[in-house]
């Protein structure tokens, strides 16, 4: 290939760089993209899609599960190998990225396949090739998984969510590490197609990032469906025998045929070149709200440390691509909405009630349980939930809130635009909540 010049490379395409190089190339701009591994990233091929196709499954199976006592009696078998064929042909074309590299160049953009690089300002490498770009650099290499340094578990054959979302079935046991976001969702899921499954949580509970009322519900759920979970615990050693893993926790032993390993994510800036355009990095990124870093260099998704989300992602895209082109750009949203997608789900938006009194918000509190709502009540089997909002008392706003329950992430819209838009309290008393849904229920915690 030779060198090359551009107006801008975005190394890295996951969905918010995807989306970024097709919104440059199509406004105009000579746009190289480079990716080392598959175009897209990790949610559609070991992330999100994947994960969610198998938790639609899983919660299918739930619910067939619950026509006794509602609508008289079912049977269900499940069947691993139906998701897995579905994710294999449908969502992941086998794991190959045609489709998407094609959208790529179909944009105006040319792609180039490796690792990139930064070697100085507006320049990268990828292998012997270089690239220099007029208006500069978008980083976007995300994340991996972070994998602790537990005593023995390096010579072992963990799963990490890739491993696990290539499975062609269902292990008959399974140890789970990590009681956040991506353990718990995939614990559940895999509980539901018949595996016995323990989670273990080094951190004093699990879901540790959302409201402890929300901990607590999804520890209920995990023991009523039969996942034990230990949280607070130490994890001193894994040791695998050829057939079984062995979790050591101080007296006890955990035993399981495979071990999936969900204790975070670690972004992926150890070899990007930072060095040689002066810029430190500890664990992300620092970006202002146009997603700059310094002249020349932009950053977007995981790496910036404001939420490993797709839809951050995708948010940040469009103001890099703002600031790029030189549009105007509006206040950057801080307000987070987030969603775990448990059964039930578990949303949440803004500030935490914890985090709103650190912060010397004058906090008031209201809460109301899915359960004793009119839907929750009419519902029954699969009913657990609660919304809970924090309001700052002296402006009279909601500054975070939590929605669990049924659609508990379709519920938390409501809660989200209220939090955006610091929508009164006031007014947000004064409003006819539609009966009888499950997002009534936001009336009942005013």
Same mark, same amino acid.
């Given at each position: 290939?030779?060198?090359?010049?551009?107006?801008?490379?975005?190394?890295?395409?996951?969905?918010?760089?995807?989306?970024?190089?097709?919104?440059?190339?199509?406004?105009?701009?000579?746009?190289?993209?480079?990716?080392?591994?598959?175009?897209?990233?990790?949610?559609?091929?070991?992330?999100?899609?994947?994960?969610?196709?198998? +938790?639609?499954?899983?919660?299918?199976?739930?619910?067939?599960?619950?026509?006794?006592?509602?609508?008289?009696? *079912?049977?269900?078998?499940? &069947?691993?190998?139906?998701?897995?064929?579905?994710?294999?042909?449908?969502?992941?074309?086998?794991?190959?990225?045609?489709?998407?590299?094609?959208?790529?160049?179909?944009?105006?953009?040319?792609?180039?396949?490796?690792?990139?690089?930064?070697?100085?300002?507006?320049?990268?490498?990828?292998?012997? &090739?270089?690239?220099?770009?007029?208006?500069?650099?978008?980083?976007?290499?995300?994340?991996?998984?972070?994998?602790?340094?537990?005593?023995?578990?390096?010579?072992?054959?963990?799963?990490?969510?890739?491993?696990?979302?290539?499975?062609?079935?269902?292990?008959?046991?399974?140890?789970?590490?990590?009681?956040?976001?991506?353990?718990?969702?995939? *614990?559940?899921?895999?509980?539901?197609?018949?595996?016995?499954?323990?989670?273990?949580?080094?951190?004093?509970?699990?879901?540790?990032?959302?409201?402890?009322?929300?901990?607590?519900?999804?520890?209920?759920?995990?023991?009523?469906?039969? +996942?034990?979970?230990?949280?607070?615990?130490?994890?001193?050693?894994? *040791?695998?025998?050829?057939?079984?893993?062995?979790?050591?926790?101080?007296?006890?032993? #955990?035993?399981?045929? $495979?071990?999936?390993?969900?204790?975070?994510?670690?972004?992926?800036?150890?070899?990007?070149?930072?060095?040689?355009?002066?810029?430190?990095?500890? $664990?992300?990124?620092?970006?202002?709200?146009?997603?700059?870093?310094?002249?020349?260099?932009?950053?977007?998704?995981? +790496?910036?440390?404001?939420?490993? !989300?797709?839809?951050?992602?995708? #948010?940040?895209?469009?103001? *890099?691509?703002?600031?790029?082109?030189?549009?105007?750009?509006?206040? #950057?949203?801080?307000?987070? @909405?987030?969603?775990?997608?448990?059964? @039930?789900?578990?949303?949440?938006?803004?500030?935490?009630?914890?985090?709103?009194?650190?912060?010397?918000?004058?906090?008031?509190?209201?809460?109301?349980?899915?359960?004793?709502?009119?839907?929750?009540?009419?519902?029954?089997?699969?009913?657990?939930?609660?919304?809970?909002?924090?309001?700052?008392?002296?402006?009279?706003?909601?500054?975070?809130?939590?929605?669990?329950? @049924?659609?508990?992430?379709?519920?938390?819209?409501?809660?989200?635009?209220?939090?955006?838009?610091?929508?009164?309290?006031?007014?947000?008393?004064?409003?006819?909540?539609? #009966?009888?849904? !499950?997002?009534?229920? +936001?009336?009942?915690?005013?």
């Amino acid at each position: 290939m030779g060198d090359l010049s551009c107006d801008v490379v975005v190394v890295g395409l996951g969905p918010g760089g995807e989306a970024l190089v097709a919104r440059l190339a199509k406004a105009g701009l000579d746009v190289v993209a480079v990716e080392a591994e598959l175009v897209g990233g990790e949610c559609p091929y070991w992330g999100c899609i994947p994960s969610k196709m198998i +938790i639609r499954a899983a919660n299918a199976l739930a619910e067939a599960r619950r026509v006794d006592g509602l609508a008289g009696t *079912a049977t269900v078998e499940p &069947d691993f190998a139906v998701v897995a064929r579905r994710i294999r042909e449908e969502a992941t074309d086998d794991w190959d990225d045609q489709v998407a590299a094609d959208r790529v160049t179909a944009a105006g953009a040319r792609l180039v396949r490796g690792r990139g690089r930064l070697a100085g300002a507006r320049t990268v490498v990828v292998g012997d &090739d270089t690239i220099t770009a007029s208006k500069g650099v978008v980083l976007n290499t995300g994340t991996t998984p972070s994998v602790p340094p537990i005593p023995g578990l390096a010579d072992t054959p963990y799963w990490t969510n890739r491993d696990i979302l290539k499975a062609e079935t269902a292990p008959a046991t399974m140890i789970v590490i990590g009681g956040g976001a991506i353990g718990l969702e995939l *614990a559940q899921a895999f509980a539901r197609f018949g595996t016995e499954v323990t989670v273990l949580e080094v951190a004093p509970r699990i879901l540790a990032v959302e409201e402890p009322e929300s901990s607590e519900l999804i520890g209920t759920v995990f023991e009523a469906e039969g +996942i034990g979970v230990h949280a607070g615990i130490p994890i001193d050693a894994v *040791a695998h025998d050829g057939s079984v893993f062995h979790v050591t926790s101080g007296d006890v032993t #955990y035993e399981a045929e $495979r071990l999936l390993v969900a204790a975070g994510r670690r972004s992926r800036l150890d070899d990007v070149g930072l060095d040689t355009v002066g810029v430190e990095v500890d $664990r992300f990124l620092t970006v202002d709200d146009a997603m700059q870093v310094t002249d020349g260099l932009w950053a977007i998704g995981d +790496i910036t440390g404001r939420g490993a !989300f797709t839809h951050v992602s995708m #948010y940040q895209s469009e103001r *890099a691509a703002r600031a790029i082109l030189g549009e105007d750009l509006e206040p #950057y949203d801080t307000s987070f @909405p987030r969603v775990t997608f448990t059964d @039930p789900e578990i949303g949440g938006v803004g500030l935490s009630e914890a985090q709103a009194r650190d912060r010397g918000i004058n906090v008031r509190v209201g809460l109301a349980p899915i359960p004793e709502s009119s839907r929750g009540w009419i519902h029954a089997a699969g009913n657990e939930g609660l919304i809970k909002i924090v309001i700052d008392d002296d402006r009279g706003v909601i500054v975070g809130a939590t929605s669990a329950g @049924p659609a508990g992430g379709e519920t938390l819209a409501a809660l989200a635009f209220a939090v955006r838009a610091e929508i009164p309290v006031a007014t947000l008393r004064n409003t006819i909540y539609a #009966y009888p849904t !499950f997002w009534r229920a +936001i009336e009942s915690a005013l």
